[in-house]
C-alpha cells in the first residue's frame, strides 16, 4: 500500500466559538502522515449551500452533530479507506457520489467539508510540507498566480444583522487597509482603528459588547451612524478614511430582503430593490466604501444586477449568498453582470475541490475571490493556506478580537515568515484594475 493511503478515519466532536457542537476529522495515512480539520458555521446561510447535518431535539438547542459524525466513520471511511490522499480530486468526488443529493443532505457538508479539508492536511503532512506550499504546487496552472504572497485583510469592525441581533440592518461594518505596504501594516493599521472604535463607542455609551465575529455589538440608531463613527475611528486611530483604510460593507440583504422588497428595522420602513441600490450608492459617495457584499438578497439576482450597472465601476461587488461557492452560480453571476467579486467559503461548497473550482471560475472570469471563514469558526486555519496556495486576493475571517479569528490573522504572519516577506498582491490599485 502507498505511503499516502488513506488507513483510518476518526470523527470528533468539538466545539465552535458560539458554543456550539462541530465536526472534526481526523485522517491518517498509511505512512504515518496525518490530517486534521474542523468544520466551521454559517448563521446568515445561502439557500443553495451545502447542508450541515443536525440532530434536532432538545440537547444543544437541537445543534449536535452525532449523525454527521456517524457519517464520517461509517459510509464516508468505508468509501475512502485505502485511497489515495494526494489524489483529492479522486477522495471528494467519491463523498459526492456517496453523497448522492445536490446538497449534501445526506452525509452533511459539515461531515464532508471537514473530511476533505483534513484529507488535504494529510497529504501535505506526507509531503512534508506547509499546507500553503502544498496547496500551492498541487494548484494547477492559472495566469493570476506568480508567487505567492499574502491575502489583503478584510476585517469587520462593527456587527450587525443576523450576528448582531439586528441591532443595524447591515451585518459587517469592515475596513480594508488598502493603502498598507504590505499584510502585516494591514494588521496593525486595523488593529489601531479597532482600538479607536472601541474608545469611541464607549465614550458615547454605544458599545454592548462583541457581536459573533468579535466586532463591536453596537447600540447606532441608523446604519449611517455606524459608517460615520467607523470614519471617526480611522481618523482617530491617525489614518486617512478611503486612501489608507477604506470602509467595506457586508450588507447580507437576504437576511432582510424578500421578493424585491426589504424591511429596515432601524429605519422603520420598507423598501424596494431600486430604493436599496440608490441608499447604498450614496453611502458608497459619502463614506469611502470601496466593497459591498450582498447588498441585495440572493432571490434578487434583477436588483443585483440593476445594482452593478449603478454603482461605481470601481467599486468591489461581492457575491456570497448568490453564488455560495458554487462555480456555476459563479460563471452566470459574471455573465448577468450581477457581481465581480466572489466570495469563497469552503463549507459552502463541502469540498476542497468544489471550493477550487468556484474559485478558478471567478479566477477564470477575471473576478477576484475572497476566501472567507464562517461567523461559527474554531482554532482550524485551513482557510488562511487555501487563500495563499490558491492566490486569492483577499481574506475575510470576521473582527479583530477572539481566538478564532486571531489564530488565523496570526498564521498569515507566520505564513508571511516562512515567506521571506508580507507582499500584498498589486496593491498599487485596490479594487484591483477596476479604478
Ligand atoms: C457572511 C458570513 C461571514 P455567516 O455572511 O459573509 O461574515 O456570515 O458565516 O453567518 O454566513
Ligand atoms: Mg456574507
New binding site residues.
Partial sequence: MSRTAISRLHGRRVWDSRGRPTVEVQVELSGGARGRAIA???????RHEAIDLRDGGPRFDGWDVAEALRAVTGPIADAVTGMDAADQAAIDQAMIDLDGTPNKAELGGNAMIATSMAVLHAAAGAADQPLWRHVWETAGPSDTRTAPVLPLPEI?IFGGG??AGRRVDV??FMVIATGADDYEQALAWTAEVYIAAGKIMAERALLQGVA??GGYWPAFDTNEQAAETLIQAIETAGRKPGEEVALSL?V?ASEFGQGGRYRLTRDDREIGSAELAEMLIDWVRRYAIVSI??PMAEDDPEGFIAFARRAPTSLQIVG??LLVTDAERVRAAHRDGACNTA?I?PNQAGTVTETKAALDAAHGARMDAIV?????ETEDVTIVHLAVGWGAKQL?V?SFSRSERMAKWNEGLRIGDALGGFALPGRSAFPWGRS
Fill in positions: 466551521p458555521a454559517g448563521a446568515s446561510r445561502g469587520q443576523a450576528h451585518q459587517d459573533d465575529e457586508d447580507a457584499e450582498d456570497d449568498d466570495l467559503k472567507s471563514a464562517r461567523s461559527g475575510k470576521g
